[in-house]
């Protein structure tokens, strides 16, 4: 049965063997974009369940710029080339100023995915959480 809700938690690309942490914090030093993915989370089509809901919810800090998204799969097994972008479950921030507080979205999408996970490209500031539940 599937749990009530995940927190999703993320390693830098570019250093894999960095600990894994449920923030996404852009560094002091970065001049780049930079992106993060989260471990994989079982899907509702993981458990064989035939209503593919799902829901997300990104948290924000105000001084964030990037994108956050969900990829998912339908392989039991997957590889990194395995993972797709899933439909409007992507939201862009693009100005620093625009929010004066944390931006709490909430996402829904449906299919029956066997694993989920998050992707961050991140170009400054910070993601607070990915959130999950199914």
Same mark, same amino acid.
Request: zero cysteines.
């Given at each position: 049965m599937p749990a009530l809700s995940e927190t999703l938690n993320f390693v830098p690309l570019n250093t894999p063997s960095s600990t894994s942490t449920t923030a #996404?914090? =852009?560094?002091n030093s970065g001049t780049s974009t930079i992106v993060f993915i989260s471990n994989k989370v079982k899907g509702d089509g993981y458990y064989g369940g035939s209503d593919g809901l799902h829901t997300v919810m990104y948290t924000a800090n105000s001084d964030f710029v990037g994108t956050i998204t969900i990829q998912a799969t339908l392989a039991s097994s997957p590889s990194n080339n395995d993972w797709f972008n899933v439909t409007n479950s992507s939201v862009t921030y693009t100005q620093i $100023?625009?929010? *004066?507080t944390s931006t709490v979205d909430l996402i829904n999408f449906i299919g029956n995915f066997v694993w989920i996970r998050g992707y #961050? *490209?991140? $170009?400054?500031? *910070? #993601?607070? *959480?990915?959130? =999950?539940n199914h």
């Open positions: #996404v914090v =852009y560094p $100023n625009e929010r *004066s #961050v *490209s991140i $170009n400054d500031g *910070s #993601v607070e *959480s990915i959130l =999950y």
